[in-house]
C-alpha cells in the first residue's frame, strides 16, 4: 500500500494520458507534431495542443491526426480549425483587425504603465 507521502512525491506525468499514434512515417509523425506545437490549447490557453493534457486538446490531436491520415494538408487543417474555433487557436494569429489588441496589447499596456510610473514621479517630486 502506497502512503500518502510517497503519493506525493511521485511525479505528476506519472499520471498524464499520453497519445498513441501510428504514423506511416517519420515524416508524418514530425509533421503532426510541428502542427500540434503551433496550435494553442483552448483550455490551456498557455500550452500548445502537444504540450496540453486537456481532454479538448487530445480530442483535437485526434482530430488532426484523423485529418492528416484522410490526406489532408496543413492548410486545409489549419483553417478547418480556424473556421471552427476562430484566430485564438493559433499561437500565432494573423494582423488583422480583429485580432489587433493581440498584437498591439502588449505595447499599448507598456505605455500606459510607463506614463502612469511618470505621473507618480512627477507627483510625488513637488511634494
Known amino acids: 500500500m502506497m502512503s500518502i507521502a ?28 510541428t502542427l500540434t506545437s503551433q496550435l494553442r490549447c ?17 480530442d483535437l490531436r485526434h482530430q488532426i491526426y ?17 473556421a471552427r474555433y476562430g484566430n485564438f487557436i493559433l499561437y500565432r494569429p494573423p494582423f488583422v483587425p480583429a485580432t489587433l489588441f493581440l498584437w498591439l496589447g502588449p505595447a499599448l499596456f507598456l505605455l500606459l504603465a510607463g506614463g502612469g510610473l511618470l505621473f507618480f514621479i512627477r507627483i510625488n517630486r513637488k511634494v
Open 6 to 33: 510517497t503519493f506525493f512525491c511521485l511525479p505528476t506525468h506519472v499520471f498524464a494520458a499520453t497519445d498513441n499514434y501510428a504514423f506511416v512515417s517519420a515524416t508524418q509523425a514530425t509533421r503532426f507534431q
Open 42 to 58: 483552448l483550455v490551456c490557453q498557455n500550452q500548445t495542443l502537444a504540450d496540453s493534457e486537456a481532454p479538448l486538446a487530445a
Open 66 to 82: 484523423i485529418k492528416m491520415q484522410a490526406g489532408q494538408t496543413d492548410a486545409q487543417i489549419v483553417a478547418y480549425l480556424v
